[in-house]
C-alpha cells in the first residue's frame, strides 16, 4: 500500500496557479490509480481529478476542467495538480489518495488518505 503526502497550497489571487504534489511512500507506485479530492468548508469532499497507474486514462471534475491538470512522474513516485486560472470556488484543503482500482479513486472509496492542504484564492 502507498502513503500520500501533500504539498504545495498557499494562498494566490484569482485567476493565478498553483501546483499540488503528492509524494507517495510504498512499493509498485505504477500500479496504483491516484486522484485529488478537495473540501471546502462546510461542505462535503468532492472529487476533483483523478490518474491511471500509467498515467493514462484522466477524469476531471466538470468544474476543474479546461484549467487543472493531472499529471505523475513514476520514477520519482510523485503525482501532481497543476491549476491555473484559480476561482475563489476553488478555495479548500486538497486531498491526494490512491488505490489500485481507478474507479475507487475516482468514488473517493478508498482506505488511504494524505493529510491533506490548503489552497485559498483571493477575489
Known amino acids: 500500500q502507498v502513503h500520500p503526502v501533500e504539498s504545495g497550497g498557499g494562498l494566490v489571487q484569482a485567476g493565478g496557479s498553483l501546483r499540488l504534489s503528492c509524494a507517495a511512500s510504498g512499493r509498485n507506485f505504477n500500479n496504483y490509480a491516484m486522484g485529488w479530492f478537495r473540501q471546502a468548508p462546510g461542505k462535503e469532499r468532492e472529487f476533483v481529478a483523478v490518474i491511471g497507474g500509467s498515467g493514462m486514462p484522466t477524469m476531471y471534475a466538470d468544474s476543474v476542467k479546461g484549467r487543472f491538470t493531472i499529471s505523475r512522474d513514476n520514477a520519482k513516485n510523485t503525482m501532481y495538480l497543476q491549476m491555473n486560472n484559480l476561482k475563489p470556488d476553488d478555495t479548500a484543503v486538497y486531498y491526494c489518495?490512491?488505490?489500485?482500482?481507478?474507479?475507487?479513486?475516482?468514488?473517493?472509496?478508498?482506505?488511504?488518505w494524505g493529510q491533506g492542504t490548503q489552497v485559498t484564492v483571493s477575489s
Open positions: 489518495t490512491a488505490d489500485q482500482s481507478f474507479l475507487s479513486v475516482k468514488r473517493g472509496n478508498v482506505g488511504s
